[in-house]
């Protein structure tokens, strides 16, 4: 059987010829030239659900340690999430250098100290808000309430598909739940809706929902594809009588690609195949999704963060454009984010541990296989955490400074922006950087103005950095 005939018995999911080519094709973007040379044509996105502590991570400030259990006097008013201030809490952790750059980073992020002078470190970022679900929202689309798209929809959008048999925006969820707002991080609102991120969830039984018809006597081959192909005229009928509305042909590319992606995702999310040293690397567990996972402990982080970052590697290298990986999910007892109201110690840890080693064995791996210099990789969460202690052992919400860091894509490493003495506060509260001005600095490295990428939405030109944004010069090449 040709590949013509095989794709053919898929026809029931299809409106158009499109997987009838005999010929690879890719779906184009919005752009058809870009505004300038890129640096980059992919992306990852890692987000710490919860509110990462940065002064316990990449943000090492040794005033805390100095003033552990003194009262804390940042000399204003302090207007916390959910308490009081505390005393000053230095971190359980011990700092030191990594590095030819000597980069102090916490033991927690050790495993980053091997691929430390590739990272570009942003100390100074501020957020908006210290709700969770707006935060959130923030950092994932540029805004801090619902109706607006996510990056990975406004990448999708702008540059199109490499390889029709995969989605162009794939997100890699906690194996726990969703993080605050749910799909609305991954969500393409005004844009054409097949832009929306496609949930995948590795090391699950079923790891994409609804991609294979369940297994049942009643159900054959034959009367499955008899049944699509009704649901085929029907959709058709549908649509034609409502050609402006996006949303079905956004649907039936949805089983266009259903039918490829039983040929090539399974292909994409099987480890199994390779190198055990590689395996290894990421820190993957011999009892793979079976990994005890009762109490939150640093062999199952390990396990389910690298495995996510595995498979955004051989999603990347099969062309999808946008990866979204998520650590942490909603709020739940006992707690499985990184809101650590309670005990920085025990959550931080483990989570910590969990994505450093994968984050470090996903940039060497891209490193040796030459695709870190055209793959950016953002690390963030919605803000970061106080300086001072909630209760005894947690800290608070810190909307007012936390990091990020990049790499990959022609960002050169190094520190740029400071906190301030106690990591409360940019060091230079007139230079912030905000998170549009990350956005902004994410498209001009995959070849796009940021202020030249809109859709005119209500009567507004949107884009994904507002009306504002800077492109982060100094550490770009």
Same mark, same amino acid.
């Given at each position: 059987?040709?590949?013509?005939?095989?794709l053919?018995?898929?026809?029931?999911?299809? &409106?158009? +010829?499109?997987?009838?080519?005999?010929?690879?094709?890719?779906?184009?973007?919005?752009?058809? #030239?870009?505004?300038?040379?890129?640096?980059?044509?992919?992306?990852? *996105?890692m987000?710490m659900?919860? #509110?990462?502590?940065? $002064?316990?991570?990449?943000?090492?400030?040794? &005033? &805390?340690?100095?003033?552990?259990?003194?009262?804390? +006097?940042?000399?204003?008013?302090?207007?916390?999430?959910?308490?009081?201030?505390?005393?000053?809490?230095?971190?359980?952790?011990?700092?030191?250098?990594?590095?030819?750059?000597?980069?102090?980073?916490?033991?927690?992020v050790?495993?980053?100290?091997?691929?430390?002078?590739?990272?570009?470190? %942003?100390?100074?970022? $501020?957020?908006?808000?210290?709700?969770?679900?707006?935060?959130?929202?923030? /950092?994932?689309?540029?805004?801090?309430?619902?109706?607006?798209p996510?990056?990975?929809?406004?990448?999708?959008?702008?540059?199109?598909?490499?390889?029709?048999?995969?989605?162009?925006?794939? %997100?890699?969820?906690?194996?726990?739940?969703?993080?605050?707002?749910? #799909?609305?991080?991954?969500?393409?609102?005004?844009?054409?809706?097949?832009? /929306?991120?496609? %949930?995948?969830?590795?090391?699950?039984?079923?790891?994409?929902?609804?991609?294979?018809?369940?297994?049942?006597?009643?159900?054959?081959?034959?009367?499955?594809?008899? @049944?699509?192909? $009704?649901?085929?005229?029907?959709?058709?009928?549908?649509?034609?009588?409502?050609?402006?509305?996006?949303?079905?042909? #956004?649907?039936?590319?949805s089983?266009?690609?259903?039918?490829?992606?039983?040929?090539?995702?399974?292909?994409?999310?099987?480890?199994?195949?390779?190198?055990?040293?590689?395996? +290894?690397?990421? @820190?993957?567990?011999?009892?793979?999704? @079976?990994?005890?996972?009762?109490?939150?402990?640093?062999?199952? !982080?390990?396990?389910?963060?690298?495995?996510?970052?595995?498979?955004?590697?051989?999603?990347?290298?099969?062309?999808?454009?946008?990866?979204?990986?998520?650590?942490?999910?909603?709020?739940?007892?006992?707690?499985?984010?990184?809101?650590?109201?309670?005990?920085?110690?025990?959550?931080?840890?483990?989570?910590?541990? @969990?994505?450093?080693?994968?984050?470090?064995a996903?940039? *060497?791996?891209?490193?040796?296989?030459?695709?870190l210099?055209?793959?950016? &990789?953002?690390?963030?969460? !919605?803000?970061?955490?106080?300086?001072?202690? *909630?209760?005894?052992?947690?800290r +608070?919400?810190?909307?007012?400074?936390?990091?990020?860091?990049?790499?990959?894509?022609?960002?050169?490493?190094?520190?740029?922006?400071?906190?301030?003495?106690?990591?409360?506060?940019?060091?230079?509260?007139?230079?912030?950087?905000?998170?549009?001005?990350?956005?902004?600095?994410?498209?001009? /490295?995959?070849?796009?103005?940021?202020?030249?990428?809109?859709?005119?939405?209500?009567?507004?030109?949107?884009?994904?950095?507002?009306?504002?944004g800077?492109?982060?010069?100094?550490?770009?090449?």
């Amino acid at each position: 059987m040709n590949r013509r005939h095989f794709l053919t018995s898929f026809s029931g999911l299809a &409106l158009s +010829d499109m997987l009838l080519r005999d010929q690879a094709w890719a779906e184009p973007g919005v752009l058809r #030239a870009l505004h300038h040379p890129p640096r980059a044509k992919r992306v990852v *996105q890692m987000f710490m659900a919860g #509110a990462a502590s940065h $002064v316990d991570m990449f943000d090492h400030k040794p &005033l &805390l340690s100095k003033r552990d259990g003194e009262p804390w +006097d940042p000399g204003e008013s302090v207007e916390l999430f959910q308490s009081t201030p505390g005393a000053c809490f230095g971190s359980p952790w011990a700092f030191k250098p990594y590095g030819q750059s000597g980069k102090m980073l916490s033991e927690i992020v050790a495993p980053l100290g091997d691929v430390v002078d590739d990272i570009a470190f %942003v100390h100074n970022v $501020v957020g908006k808000t210290g709700v969770h679900s707006q935060g959130t929202l923030l /950092q994932t689309t540029g805004f801090n309430f619902p109706g607006f798209p996510s990056a990975g929809s406004w990448v999708s959008y702008a540059l199109g598909s490499e390889n029709d048999n995969l989605p162009t925006f794939v %997100v890699l969820p906690d194996h726990r739940g969703f993080a605050s707002n749910g #799909a609305k991080n991954w969500a393409t609102a005004f844009l054409p809706a097949q832009h /929306q991120g496609t %949930v995948i969830r590795p090391g699950n039984a079923v790891p994409i929902a609804d991609l294979m018809p369940p297994k049942s006597g009643f159900i054959t081959p034959t009367s499955d594809r008899a @049944g699509l192909d $009704v649901l085929a005229r029907l959709n058709a009928a549908h649509a034609a009588e409502r050609t402006g509305d996006d949303r079905l042909s #956004a649907r039936v590319r949805s089983y266009e690609l259903a039918a490829a992606m039983q040929l090539s995702a399974t292909d994409a999310l099987d480890v199994s195949h390779e190198p055990k040293y590689i395996r +290894d690397l990421y @820190g993957l567990a011999a009892e793979g999704a @079976g990994v005890d996972d009762s109490a939150i402990n640093v062999k199952a !982080e390990t396990e389910f963060f690298g495995r996510k970052c595995l498979v955004a590697r051989r999603l990347l290298e099969r062309g999808v454009r946008f990866v979204q990986i998520w650590s942490g999910n909603d709020n739940g007892f006992p707690r499985r984010n990184w809101d650590s109201h309670e005990d920085v110690k025990r959550d931080h840890e483990p989570l910590s541990l @969990g994505m450093a080693r994968g984050a470090s064995a996903l940039i *060497q791996d891209l490193k040796q296989r030459g695709m870190l210099e055209d793959t950016i &990789l953002l690390w963030t969460t !919605e803000f970061g955490r106080m300086p001072c202690s *909630q209760g005894s052992k947690g800290r +608070d919400h810190n909307p007012f400074v936390f990091t990020n860091w990049l790499c990959g894509g022609g960002i050169k490493g190094g520190t740029y922006g400071e906190s301030d003495e106690w990591g409360f506060k940019p060091a230079d509260r007139a230079n912030p950087t905000l998170v549009y001005d990350v956005h902004a600095t994410l498209l001009h /490295q995959l070849g796009i103005d940021h202020t030249k990428l809109t859709v005119r939405h209500n009567g507004i030109d949107r884009r994904l950095t507002d009306v504002h944004g800077h492109v982060l010069r100094e550490m770009t090449r």
